[in-house]
């Protein structure tokens, strides 16, 4: 069968789709049963094969502007990308953008890809870091540019001028990463032939190393969170590896204490100059995760302590159900956190430590104790098992030696024994005042 057509759009069913050229070239693939098949409702849009060279066409209704009936063209090598390309076509045209507009500029694109972004479910501060890159360093550089004459070469100089400003390489590639993906929107609704961005290679972002806290920065941590109010912050942090936002957007609720689980739901963050609690980061991001003992009795403490923080304010306290509050009930400003770690890693000696870092000891140190890596990238929230072993990769050789060292205990540990009884067999070793070369009293 060389093609299908599942009925054009419009009020009359038999009209020839006509594109906004007025031209009516596109000769269809005939096909009877396609055209006996269900009905597409109006404003679905037209779909069908070419028979001049196979490329599947969808055309959707965009309805009557300045007197004229305007219809959306798109184009594709089979018919489901052509039906993806329609349907997202279909979404723009009801989030307002003007498809028929004449060709744009790269800055007017940007502005209505970013308004698109900010109504289609893009959490509010990944819109604020878009806004942040297009006004700041793609639209100084390249926004008079036409969005159909835009070249490769604007985009290594947006780069290029990013780059003099004194951007680091993370922020280069992320202001890449913008402009690729706003491309790629306007790629996907035919407004450009091609991705341009996508023909320049991106920044490279050296790896960062990970600097591990060991054992004992740990215990000098530890000591100095005791009794602190913020205390128990720290401590999750610390014990299960949550991030700051998932911390302060703990609450009651997520908590099991009879089961011994913590749900990750939720976090705290600031968009444009406020506090919002958002749906955890990722599908992945999503978790529950087990209570130690010790740390059910810690949070325990603090809910008393909270509740004598409640009885203090009276009628001042405003409930959110908040883990981690302020005197009054509402949340905490991230940055006081962040103050009150300062003092914390001051007096325990360790001032190049950051609050994040507490995520990074915890997954080191399960590292070290030989824990698998899909056990810590689950713990973790990770949205892949690389950006795990990316991440903590300078830890495994020392895991790596120790479970090594582990095996030729269990694989030797036979003859290891042996040569340790013969060595305790021979007169006058192994023996020191009735107790044996274990160092536990003869006859017990």
Known sequence: MSGKRQGPTGPTDGDEPTGTDGQDSDRQVPNTLARRGRRRSHGDGALFQRASDGLWVGRVDLGWIDGKRVRKTVYA????????????????????????????????????????????GTRPTT????????????????GRVQLLKLTPSDVTRVIGKAREAGRSPRSLQFI?????????DAHRLDLVPRNVA?????PSVPLR????????????????????PYGPIFIC???????????????????????????????????????????????????????SGSLVEILKEHRRSQEGAMATAGPDWIDHDLVFASAIGTPLDPRNVNRRFTAIRTAA??????????????????????????????????STINLTMNTYAHVLPEAQEDAVARL?????????????????????KGETDGVDGLGTPLGT
Not at 127 to 142: E, S
Not at 176 to 184: D, I, S, T
Not at 198 to 202: H, R
Not at 266 to 281: D, E, H, I, S, V
């Open 408 to 428: 030729d205990g269990l694989v030797m540990g036979d003859d290891q024994d042996e040569k340790a009884t013969e060595a305790t067999d021979e007169p006058g």
């Open 237 to 291: 942090g610390l014990m299960l590896g949550l991030r700051r936002g998932e911390i302060l957007g703990l609450r009651w609720a997520d908590i099991d204490f009879d089961a011994g689980a913590l749900h990750v739901r939720r976090t705290l963050q600031r968009a444009n100059g406020k506090l919002m609690f958002m749906p955890a980061k990722t599908v992945r991001s999503h978790r529950t995760l087990p209570l």
């Open 127 to 142: 819109v604020a870091g878009y806004k942040w890159a297009v006004d700041l360093y793609i639209v100084p550089v390249v």
């Open 209 to 228: 190393r990970v600097r591990a806290l060991h054992v004992d920065d740990v215990r000098a941590l530890s000591r100095a969170m005791h009794d602190d």
């Open 349 to 382: 000696g360790l001032p190049w430590v950051r609050l994040h870092d507490l995520r990074h000891a915890f997954a080191t140190l399960l590292v070290a104790e030989g824990v698998p890596m899909r056990v810590i990238m689950e713990l973790l929230g990770h």
């Open 176 to 184: 890449h990463g913008v402009l690729r993906n706003a491309l790629a």
């Open 77 to 120: 090598k089979t018919e489901k990308e052509c039906r993806r390309k329609l349907k997202e076509v279909q979404k723009a045209a009801e989030q307002g953008v003007n498809l028929n507009a004449p060709n744009r500029t790269v800055s007017e694109w940007l502005t209505e890809w970013v308004r698109m972004k900010s109504e289609d």
């Open 198 to 202: 996508k023909a320049v290679k991106g």
